[in-house]
């Protein structure tokens, strides 16, 4: 595609459920970057890959987030046992170049947990 | 460790008039800074970027910014406003070399006719 998608754009999760929220970043690119944004707040940054390989998870907020790239292109964002406070617009960015100077990013999962 | 603040949380101008937002940074090392621009409804899209060469930088939509180390600012300006320039503003810091990459809380811009 031409851009960076994000699949679902809308997800309602009961607390406790799983969920998987998709990122189809730009063919070929390298860098693959996961932010989390809160309601009239800007991104926080959650994770880093570089084709395969995730080089910073630091911004994990719990072992209940977990981020996969296998195959250097799609990516997965899992969230396991969601809670109120996980409701956010979840953002994905992808980028050419390694570390992302210049990122493109989609346009988001809106995840409300109720 | 790094940090950004964007001074205002909210900027009104009329349109035709000089458009500033104030940016502070706080970074261990060199950084690379950014402002992204998100329009309702629509994904973040990059303004400018600042990755230690000229410090003068222009961006798209006339927008411009200039790194001062000396201050630790990055603030974005654009000469004249326009309608179209409403939206929400980010300043951006990354440690050069690494990944992790700290959004400011965004400044508002209005847009007056």
């Known amino acids: 595609g031409a851009g960076v998608s994000q699949s679902p754009r809308y997800k309602v999760a009961k607390r406790g459920q799983d969920v998987a929220l998709r990122c189809d970043p730009i063919?070929?690119?390298?860098?693959l970057f996961w932010y989390q944004q809160a309601l009239g707040q800007g991104p926080e940054f959650l994770t880093y890959f570089q084709n395969e390989a995730q080089l910073d998870k630091s911004g994990l907020p719990s072992d209940r987030f977990f981020a996969e790239r296998p195959e250097g292109s799609v990516s997965t964002l899992k969230i396991q046992r969601t809670q109120q406070e996980d409701s956010a617009v979840y953002l994905c960015?992808?980028?050419?170049?390694?570390?992302?100077?210049?990122?493109?990013f989609g346009q988001g999962t809106r995840l409300t947990v109720v | 460790a790094q940090s950004v603040t964007q001074l205002d949380s909210h900027v009104s101008v009329s349109e035709g008039t000089p458009v500033l937002l104030r940016c502070n940074y706080s970074?261990?090392?060199?950084?690379?800074l950014f402002w992204y621009v998100q329009h309702p409804n629509k994904g973040l899209q990059l303004l400018l970027k600042y990755t230690s060469a000229a410090t003068l930088v222009k961006g798209i939509n006339g927008f411009e910014a200039e790194f001062k180390k000396s201050e630790t600012s990055f603030h974005l300006t654009k000469p004249s406003a326009h309608m179209s320039d409403a939206a929400e503003y980010f300043c951006?810091?990354?440690?050069?070399?690494?990944?992790?990459?700290?959004f400011g809380a965004g400044t508002r811009l209005f847009v007056k006719a």
């Open positions: 970074s261990s090392y060199s950084p690379s």
């Open positions: 063919s070929g690119h390298v860098s």
């Open positions: 951006v810091v990354r440690n050069t070399g690494g990944f992790k990459t700290i």
């Open positions: 960015a992808s980028s050419l170049d390694i570390g992302g100077t210049e990122a493109f």
